[in-house]
């Protein structure tokens, strides 16, 4: 599986981006198969930011995010979204999407995007 990042940018607090994630290769080998999206701001740890399955859609965000932005996918295009609303300076990192094709563990890294969120 390869993925591509784009989206990222700079843009003022309380602003909107939206990142994509276009997959190639063999993204849904199980009903879990799911797509993340994972941030490292600087000096921090990478976190996880949100998930969602293929199949059934289910999602999940980190509390930070949570009101404030919405993944989605187009099966069809093998693409996963994120819609990031009302940005906060501490939203600023570099955005990772990653590929869980098995339903265990994001084994597969896109080469992250940067967001820059200015106050």
């Known amino acids: 599986v390869q993925l591509q990042a784009s989206g990222g940018g700079l843009v003022q607090a309380g602003g909107s981006l939206r990142l994509s994630c276009a997959a190639s290769?063999?993204?849904?080998?199980?009903?879990?198969?799911?797509m993340g999206w994972f941030r490292q701001a600087p000096g921090k740890e990478r976190e996880f930011v949100t998930s969602i399955t293929w199949i059934s859609g289910r999602t999940s965000y980190a509390d930070s995010v949570k009101g404030r932005f919405t993944i989605s996918r187009d099966n069809a295009k093998n693409t996963v979204y994120l819609q990031m609303n009302s940005l906060k300076p501490e939203d600023t990192a570099v955005y990772y999407c990653?590929?869980?094709?098995?339903?265990?563990?994001?084994?597969?890294w896109g080469q992250g995007t940067l967001v820059t969120v200015s106050s």
């Open positions: 290769g063999r993204t849904v080998s199980s009903y879990n198969s799911a």
């Open positions: 990653a590929a869980n094709s098995l339903g265990s563990a994001y084994d597969n």
